[in-house]
């Protein structure tokens, strides 16, 4: 399998670089570059036929930034009931209120600027699949260290009434940082069966990644920062 990946950073020495680097790189095609998130949109609505899998995107840019675009990325893809293309955040800081934003405008995970090559290329294929790029601890710890700023949302948290307890309670595991297998050990069910109230529950939130719903479980309470749970679990 061929990964096509576009390269947005306003960054003309790094952007360049990246592009060089999976260009010699073996299963990646780079389709394009862009300087910022406008230009990056311009060049998948080219490729709209050819299929992009992968967005490498930097967050701060000049011109559209990186939360703007994945926002816009996510919503067409979702919209076309598409699989692809994802994205992947390029950052200097992994705690960060802009990869936040990111995550909860639907971005697939993300890679600091000063990873090895060999293990961007390895983030590459990882989203591409479909996981999240980071582990679920990193995740975590993402979260609690902005909601422990006590910073107010900006978009008010999705109402829960729509779950089923059950439903409710995969939220809840996904958001401590459990993995579907581990989810289904602890609720002693299938795997299958996890991947389909989480697939519902993702459905009926309006949600597009796994980070979201670890974004979400925070701020509606389920998950509480240090760990615990809004019922003590």
């Known amino acids: 399998m ?27 095609e780079v389709v394009g570059e862009a300087a910022d998130g406008e230009q990056a949109l311009a060049i998948l609505a080219e490729h709209e036929a050819d299929v992009v899998h992968v967005v490498l995107m930097d967050l ?46 639907g971005a697939s995970g993300f890679v600091l600027k000063d990873t090895p090559p060999d293990r961007l290329l390895a983030a590459i294929t990882v989203v591409a699949h479909g996981d999240m790029l980071f582990s679920p601890s990193i995740s975590e710890r993402l979260v609690e260290a902005y909601t422990l700023r006590g910073e107010a949302a900006v978009d008010p948290a999705p109402d829960l009434a729509a779950l ?4 409710v309670e995969v939220l809840r595991l996904v958001g401590k940082g459990l993995t579907n297998p581990e989810i289904a050990e602890h609720l002693v069910v299938g795997e299958t069966t996890v991947k389909t109230h989480l697939s519902r529950t993702m459905t009926k939130l309006g949600l597009s ?11 509606t309470g389920l998950v509480v920062p240090g760990g615990g749970t809004r019922d003590g679990g």
């Open 209 to 219: 990644t796994r980070a979201q719903a670890v974004v979400v479980a925070y701020e």
């Open 164 to 167: 089923t307890a059950r439903e």
């Open 2 to 28: 061929v990964w096509r990946v576009l390269v947005v950073d306003d960054q003309v020495l790094i952007r360049a670089g990246l592009a060089a680097l999976m260009r010699a790189a073996p299963g990646v």
């Open 60 to 105: 701060r840019m000049s011109g559209m930034g990186g939360i703007a675009a994945t926002e816009q990325i996510v919503a067409a893809r979702d919209a076309a009931g598409r699989a692809y293309p994802r994205v992947l955040i390029l950052t200097t800081f992994d705690l960060d209120d802009y990869v936040y934003a990111a995550l909860k405008a």
